[in-house]
């Protein structure tokens, strides 16, 4: 049995329970190993304390300035074999290395999301088109005191936390090709390739109707996704307006975490199409699934991801996904064989895509048949024993 520390911003709370690093903390304890959760602490919120949250012990960590010394401490106490680090501009990262090498533990660091790092992007909501030719990465404490008296104090301390963490780990982990390029790039390294999941997990019934049921039309499109323009939410809005031009009328069920949808309304009203339109903000999980268990198709039109889970959530939903030409998406999707691709930000392409569907039932047929096969090689289950390989590998 292995003690291995998981520490990230994100899990270990309702709306965060498909994220990889909690769906591996719990296959990790079912596999029998001693696992300890350590996310950010959150603020005013009784329902989340530590101690344990769905059978992993989790505690939740203050940081100010990029030291928790809450995490520091308990990680001493836990003497874990691994410390297992996720996402680039996590605050916790930095002191559960230092704590691990305390304590003599091997380091691992996963990298999701490289491109959201605003000192290798100039915007990370528009990250593809951003990349600085030559950034700047504070990887070593010489690389500090080098720079100190160039940058400001706060730049420079935050781009250490970021990056020594990154650049010191015993062994990277990318989630998939196209960043394990870019750490090789940026931080002259070789990465572990392990590509996320989400579980296989079955449909849910007529008899779970969310509360918003009565809201909602009969047939719909499905988009999930922040408003940014990453996402390419745009895009769907813009295809929906297409379409009605051309006298065909699609529902949309838009659904995002931000509590403020003011400017997608906008941006629907100005293209005419407000009233086609169901937005959604702040759903559980369970809505989620009944909604993806309802939909016609799911619609993933981002211009850039760091793995894209409505595919997979699409997928194992038996839904038929229309994505975009990017590169993670493009070692995992086929055009016409698991999903419908279309150039990122070309509405037109999508509003097509949209019509091959209606006109062509045996081709959705076939994109749900094959969105099992794939999602079934993207499994929690493999994700999970590669890990399990990787710890064997390292002790």
């Not at 305390?102 to 990298?111: P, R, T």
């Not at 949808?261 to 759903?283: D, M, P, Q, W």
């Not at 399990?388 to 390292?394: G, N, R, W």
Request: charged share 20%; proline share 5%.
């Amino acid at each position: 049995m292995y003690k291995i520390a998981i520490i990230t911003p994100y899990g270990a709370e309702e709306r965060l329970d498909h994220y990889a690093e909690f769906i591996l903390a719990k296959g990790l304890v079912a596999h029998g190993e001693h696992v300890q959760f350590y996310t950010y602490a959150i603020q005013n919120n009784p329902d989340y304390r530590n101690g344990l949250y769905q059978g992993v012990n989790v505690r939740r960590c203050w940081q100010k300035a990029g030291i928790a010394p809450g995490l520091f401490f308990s990680i001493l106490r836990f003497r874990p074999d691994f410390v297992c680090y996720f996402h680039p501009r996590s605050f916790l990262s930095f002191t559960a290395y230092v704590a691990g090498r305390c304590v003599g533990a091997k380091i691992i660091s996963e990298i999701v999301g490289i491109l959201h790092d605003p000192f290798i992007v100039g915007d990370p909501d528009n990250p593809l088109e951003t990349i600085k030719a030559h950034p700047l990465l504070i990887r070593t404490w010489r690389d500090f005191f080098t720079e100190f008296f160039l940058l400001r104090w706060s730049l420079l301390w935050t781009n250490l936390l970021m990056h020594l963490p990154i650049a010191k780990a015993d062994v990277i982990v990318a989630i998939n090709r196209d960043e394990a390029n870019y750490i090789h790039t940026w931080y002259g390294r070789s990465s572990t390739l392990i590509y996320w999941s989400i579980p296989q997990s079955e449909k849910h019934g007529e008899n779970d109707q969310p509360s918003f049921y009565h809201d909602l039309p009969n047939e719909y499109l499905l988009f999930l996704g922040q408003i940014k323009k990453r996402k390419g939410w745009d895009t769907v809005i813009e295809a929906l307006a297409l379409l009605k031009d051309q006298g065909i009328i699609k529902k949309l069920v838009f659904v995002s975490p931000s509590k403020d949808l003011t400017l997608a309304r906008e941006y629907a009203k100005k293209y005419g199409v407000e009233n086609h339109i169901v937005f959604l903000s702040s759903i559980t999980n369970q809505e989620k699934k009944w909604l993806y268990d309802h939909a016609q198709s799911v619609l993933a039109p981002s211009r850039y991801e760091g793995f894209g889970l409505p595919v997979f959530e699409g997928f194992v939903a038996g839904k038929p996904v229309l994505a975009t030409k990017i590169p993670v998406y493009e070692e995992f999707l086929v055009h016409g064989k698991n999903a419908l691709l279309s150039e990122s930000g070309n509405a037109r392409a999508l509003a097509d895509s949209i019509i091959s569907l209606d006109k062509d039932p045996v081709l959705g047929a076939t994109l749900v048949a094959e969105g099992y096969r794939t999602a079934a090689e993207f499994s929690d289950t493999i994700m999970i024993s590669k890990f399990v390989q990787l710890f064997a590998s390292m002790k």
